[in-house]
């Protein structure tokens, strides 16, 4: 069975080597795309993993919109997905029995756990999802798809979410101020523009990833 790899990004070389580097150990194919025209050899790198690369355009500024463009550069029979700042904590080869095995029982994705950093809890996400499945990005910031096909939950299969740019000192402050302030204020933009385009559409408007309030995250950034 063939396993494709994909992830959005933004420059973050760095990121982009670690993860790619975990990933070519256990899936046959790795797609990287990028959020507008690439900054800093970013998609370079990638080809050194061999993997298929493309910008996709427009820059809108966070990975969503562009997540089915890469998801359509995907040729494995499973694709498995996650973003620059989110590590596969789970063995290759116990991935790889679980699709296998979600395969034979008619499965057509598994829900994984994600180990949340910021709000500190464990997520169940659709990570894992079968090529020919009805699964289908959409551009909602923090939402993510349309619709999951019949999917099984696997609670031994976690992505943990770290980006070492997020990271703190002794005190809880922030090291890479700049870097946490340029994160979210992309977040804000893109939430903005989502809640502007789906105006009439009171049942997006009301996830709860399209209320943050980013200007009093901004204003506490300095805090863990």
Avoid at 13 to 21: D, S, Y
Avoid at 70 to 77: P, Q, S, V
Avoid at 85 to 114: C, F, H, P, Q, S
Wanted: glycine letters at 4%.
């Amino acid at each position: 069975m063939k396993l494709s790899f994909m992830i959005v990004t933004y420059d973050n070389t760095e990121n982009v080597r670690e993860i790619l580097g975990q990933m070519e150990t256990f899936v046959d194919e790795l797609v990287v795309a990028h959020d507008g025209k690439e900054v800093d050899n970013v998609l370079t790198v990638a080809r050194e993993y061999g993997a298929k690369t493309l910008e996709a355009m427009p820059y809108m500024g966070y990975a969503d919109p562009h997540r089915q463009t890469a998801r359509e550069l995907c040729t494995g029979d499973w694709i498995l997905w996650s973003d620059t700042d989110e590590r596969w904590v789970t063995d290759g080869k116990y991935i790889r029995d679980a699709i296998n095995n979600a395969d034979m029982n008619g499965y057509e994705a598994i829900y994984v756990l994600r180990d949340n950093i910021y709000r500190g809890l464990l997520e169940s996400h659709p990570r894992i999802f079968k090529n020919s499945s009805s699964f289908r990005f959409n551009d909602i910031i923090h939402l993510t798809f349309d619709s999951v096909p019949i999917a099984i939950q696997d609670n031994n299969i976690i992505i943990k979410h770290y980006d070492k740019h997020d990271e703190v000192d002794e005190n809880g402050y922030y090291v890479n101020l700049d870097y946490r302030r340029e994160k979210m204020l992309r977040y804000k933009n893109a939430q903005n523009y989502v809640r502007e385009k789906y105006k009439d559409r009171p049942d997006i408007l009301s996830f709860p990833g399209l209320n943050y309030n980013y200007d009093d995250i901004l204003a506490e950034v300095r805090r863990k």
